[in-house]
């Protein structure tokens, strides 16, 4: 109840040594003190995750960039908001580049203005959310990159210049979410009223060029349940 689903299975795998990314977690008791202290609150848990991690939010030369997942005790997947590369902004994107390269940067730049932008102007976005594809030329990421920063400009410029203005804005977009969904989700947990946790967790970029493979390894497959199962995918 405190730390969701999702997030009581990370603490079980970091505590039996699995490499788990370095994670905190903004519990239900945070939800409901909310309205006076979700900014305390926020910054608490960015503070613990740049202890872990060794990075600072918003820093040019070792930004921290996390995803930020809203959970409940119910595993309902697919259902509440995930967040990827929070904390990438235009300061921070040259060291991003340097350590990832321009590619793969550019290409979790252009995700974040992506959450951004369905937030701020769904209708304006829909305009042009085909476009935004995994396997896009870096001409073509670029011009996405510019297209997408004047719309969140227009809204509050602050959104790609401050890293926890940013991350704030994420989250009260995760519980507006919940909110907006609150009945659909008490008819999901079987009548159970349930507060959303918010897990933020170091983001691992692993495809960084065009002959990158990420994968997943399943313990059962998929559709067979014998065996083991990997998906790889390139780029």
């Known amino acids: 109840q405190a730390i969701s689903h999702k997030g009581s299975i990370l603490l079980k795998l970091s505590q039996l040594g699995y490499p788990v990314p370095d994670f905190a977690i903004l519990t239900a008791q945070a939800y409901a003190d909310r309205a006076q202290h979700l900014e305390q609150h926020l910054s608490d848990a960015i503070q613990q995750l740049e202890i872990l991690t060794m990075q600072s939010l918003g820093d040019s030369g070792n930004p921290l960039v996390f995803a930020m997942r809203c959970a409940t005790a119910h595993y309902i997947p697919g259902f509440m908001h995930t967040f990827l590369n929070v904390g990438v902004t235009e300061?921070?994107?040259?060291?991003?580049?340097?350590?990832?390269?321009?590619?793969?940067?550019?290409?979790?730049?252009?995700?974040?203005?992506?959450?951004?932008?369905?937030?701020?102007?769904?209708?304006?976005?829909?305009?042009?959310?085909?476009?935004?594809?995994?396997?896009?030329?870096?001409?073509?990421?670029?011009?996405?990159?510019?297209?997408?920063?004047?719309?969140?400009?227009?809204?509050?410029?602050?959104?790609?210049?401050?890293?926890?203005?940013?991350?704030?804005?994420?989250a009260r977009q995760a519980y507006k979410n919940f909110e907006d969904n609150q009945d659909l989700l008490v008819a999901l947990c079987r009548g159970s009223e349930e507060y959303p946790c918010l897990i933020m967790q170091k983001m691992i970029c692993t495809v960084r060029h065009e002959d990158a493979y990420d994968g997943v390894m399943l313990s059962r497959h998929s559709q067979t349940g014998l065996g083991i199962e990997l998906q790889t995918a390139r780029n």
């Open 91 to 170: 300061s921070t994107l040259p060291c991003l580049e340097k350590i990832y390269g321009p590619v793969a940067a550019h290409k979790m730049f252009l995700n974040n203005l992506r959450n951004l932008c369905v937030s701020l102007d769904r209708e304006g976005y829909a305009a042009i959310a085909g476009a935004v594809k995994p396997d896009l030329p870096p001409d073509e990421v670029a011009r996405l990159i510019e297209q997408l920063s004047n719309i969140v400009k227009r809204a509050d410029r602050r959104l790609i210049e401050d890293s926890f203005f940013q991350a704030a804005f994420f």
